[in-house]
């Protein structure tokens, strides 16, 4: 018997995708996100939403995702906060599956953002439309050939066994470029969530436990809503998988910005920090460590004792590689 | 009436260069000196020293540094260590003043090493003759033209405001070309000590602490052999150049591997620790942290209070930003 299809697989390798907000101008998001999907090989339909265009990149135009003829697995929103809601309403009643909002000036913009907020998440309630985001760039899946990222992808996304379940931008943006021109590692998936306004990192990732692309997952987190959800599935999926973790907001000072980046609220790190041992999940203090960790993860199986070897061209490349090995709690040969 | 020259001035400023060890054969390190040289412009003059040649790179050869009709600086020494103790005689017999001990196989090699290293210093007794090295890249200053370093450099040295007091041949190599081609800072003076048999960092510290070209001083560490001075001389040089330093051989597994690269006996870490806060010497956890923190110095001047902002194209830059600004004891404004 086949397993049954994960109610999240349609968000990573969706049959159609509407860009709502696709756009003629080369420089807006609307339009890269065309582009990319054209570029990267997408195989699966892809209709441009535009009211007031006919045909965008070569592919027909409709005015509403109401008018599309066939299903929408995924819709990509862009277009300017205020006009977001209505438009969710319509992905609700047109019944597409995932609504990716890329928009930002909701909840971490203030309270007119949380009204927004809320408003959109109202439209969505007693649907089985999930909204993802909002204020992400989104998903990339290079198996499937598909991002909803505004980011210009040039050539080919390296496939590989590390996915990302992240709380920013970054990692289908600018990081993604660094990561596939300047490491040595490719890509599974990348799951940006902006401000989880409804899908979370749980849910990612006990989709990722299952996902056999993925070998290796890294999260960069501002704040967890449902930390013992998180402590289940990371203890059950980390069995398998090394999870490796970013959690920013540590400080009071990091707590404001993340308010205004995520509009996470953030909980007392200490409280994190122990969740993380009790349940397996590894912490990086940087981006760098985490880019570092999950490289490392996918790229060599964990050694089966503390004792090592030290190589270098450098003298004292060996001997601060020595002290460090020491420090970290591992022996030399 | 004007300053006395600085003991070591001549070795950063040499009037005459002899090359221990040149050679017509292009992959020498020998070869690549005098290549150096011309090449930066050194405008002193070179003396290749080689028995077995009139003529290298357009420069005539003479068979011994006792051959050369003028006085000579410093002389560079890349032969095999066994011939290294007789050589270093003449130079002394000669009235060289610096002999630049690039060739390594003495104390870091083991008994035999120790030795040669030993017969070497012998040779110097009661002359005015000092000893950089053995074991080291050495000297770089760049508004003199002048590298001791065996690695090819190819176009002009940037000069800046950093110096660094090393014990490793990377600051006038491999380090050097990333400093050079990737750095935003210039470099004033480079000091390779390698072994330290002779001259120590106490001795370049205060130099430095009265070179005006230096702005910032940068230190590699394995082993200290006077404690008290180097205390006593940072105190005094860190009051007007901040002095970072980097200290290997924290370790017992680091602490074996020094003295199989340079030959250092290396001190208990707590105590070089608490001699650091005591002289002002700003301690770096590693290579990139030395290089930063001298960057950071060279760049701007020291804040006048602990208050900054942040600022940075991503969200979650500023997070992790204000978070790390937090836990160096920093406030955001």
Redo the contacts between chains.
Sequence with gaps: MPRAEHPLHRLFYPRSVAIIGASRNPRKFGHIQVANLLRMGYEGRIYPINPRADEISGLRCYPSVLEVPGEIDVAIVTIPAPKVPPVVEECAEKGVRFVVVISSGFR?AGPEGERLQEAMLKAVEGTETRIVGPNTTGILNPEARFTTTFMPIEGPVREGPVSFVV????FA??LLIHILTAEHFGIAKVAGLGNKCDLDEVEVLEYLGQDERTRVIAM?I?GVKNGRELMRVAKEVGLDKPIVV?K???????T???L???GSVVGRDEVFDAACRQCGMIRAR??EELIDLAKAFAMQPPPRGPRLG?AS???????????????QGL??A
């Design positions: 971490e709380q920013t931008g970054l943006g600018i960069y501002e970013l920013s907001g540590r400080t009071e000072a990091g404001r910005a993340a205004s980046h995520t940087d981006f030290v061209y450098s003298g004292a490349g060996c001997v601060l590689a020595s002290d460090e090995c020491t420090l022996e030399l």
